[in-house]
């Protein structure tokens, strides 16, 4: 595949760009995976709460890809927190996949209130030792999460899957990860297609390299070090997603992109999701 791959902190790699499937509906779930498996996406990023764990593993089986040349990642929702429940929770998971290892099992929010992501994270190393997942992590954890997690488990999460655009760029939290090696994974990358995409300075930056606002979006999360997944139904669009690596932005194009950093999420605040 045309697409690299990164050296998590483990010693496994993943591909640096992949297929986000929330919100697409389980029966269209197989069509879309199949869609972007064709375009060369080899990573593709589900979890239990979506709902299509199964019709993105139909896609797998049926695209006849060597299981080692594919990169799964699930994540276990936050009603199923807790040791013993995390690791039914999982073999529900794997089960709905059709797989009998994941790649990358993330913890999906930390849910601070319950006081038991370190139970939890627990479950993830057994899981890990057992062979049943390639490497574990978490998602949208703050800092204070991933310090208290880093205190009192031994297993460095090999990612953070958070929020990351150009419009809340994370400085706090990519710094924290590249000190304890920790992958940064950005979800809604594209802003989830909505403002940023027509900002002008993106549509300047685009129009200057012959390229979309979505690919000149993407190239500045890889030029950045991010892991990407962005999500679409649109074979276009999914085509348009992965064609990001035969071009560059310069450093004015990374300047223009740095001062759009307003600090403002999309989605839910971390410490506020139960
Ligand atoms: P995204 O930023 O990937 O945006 C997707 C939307 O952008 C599409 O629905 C479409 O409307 C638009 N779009 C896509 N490609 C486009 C293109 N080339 N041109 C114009 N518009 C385009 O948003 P997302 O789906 O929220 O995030 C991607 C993935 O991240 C998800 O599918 C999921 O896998 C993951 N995610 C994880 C969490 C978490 O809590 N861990 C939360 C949200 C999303």
């Given amino acids: 595949s045309k697409v690299p791959t990164l050296t998590l902190n483990n010693g496994t790699t993943m591909p640096q760009l992949g297929f986000g499937v929330w919100q697409v509906p389980d029966a269209e779930a197989t069509k879309a995976v199949a869609t972007a498996l064709e375009a060369g996406y080899r990573s593709v990023d589900t979890a239990a709460i979506y709902g299509n764990e199964e019709g993105t593993g139909k896609a ?30 999982f073999d529900v998971s794997l089960d709905k996949l059709g797989l009998d290892y994941v790649d990358l ?44 997690l880093l205190g009192e488990t031994s297993v460095v999460p ?10 809340l760029q994370q400085a706090e939290s990519r710094a924290l990860h590249a000190e304890r090696s920790i992958l940064t994974e950005a979800w809604s990358p594209l802003g989830q297609g909505k403002g940023l995409l027509e900002v002008p300075t993106v549509v300047a930056i685009a129009r200057k390299h012959g390229r979309s606002p979505a690919q000149v979006v993407l190239r500045w ?21 992965i064609d990001v690596f035969g071009f560059e932005l ?4 990374l300047a223009a992109f740095a001062a759009l950093d307003e ?12």
């Fill in 263 to 274: 600090g403002r999420r999309i989605g839910s605040h971390p410490a506020e999701v139960n």
């Fill in 221 to 241: 999360h890889l030029q950045l070090g991010n892991v990407v997944i962005p999500k679409s139904v649109t074979p276009s669009r999914i085509q348009e997603n």
């Fill in 60 to 89: 797998l089986a049926q695209s006849g890809i060597a299981r080692e040349d594919l990169f799964v990642t699930t994540k276990l929702w936050n009603g199923d927190q807790g040791y013993d429940s995390t690791l039914r929770a």
């Fill in 158 to 167: 090999a990612v953070n899957q958070i929020e990351l655009h150009p419009q």
């Fill in 250 to 253: 310069d450093a004015d194009d």
């Fill in 105 to 148: 099992y993330l913890i999906h929010w930390p849910k601070p209130a319950a006081d038991t992501y370190v139970d939890t994270y627990k479950a993830f190393e057994k899981i890990l030792a057992d062979g049943r997942a390639k490497a574990i992590g978490v998602s949208n954890f703050l800092p204070e999460h991933l310090e208290r």
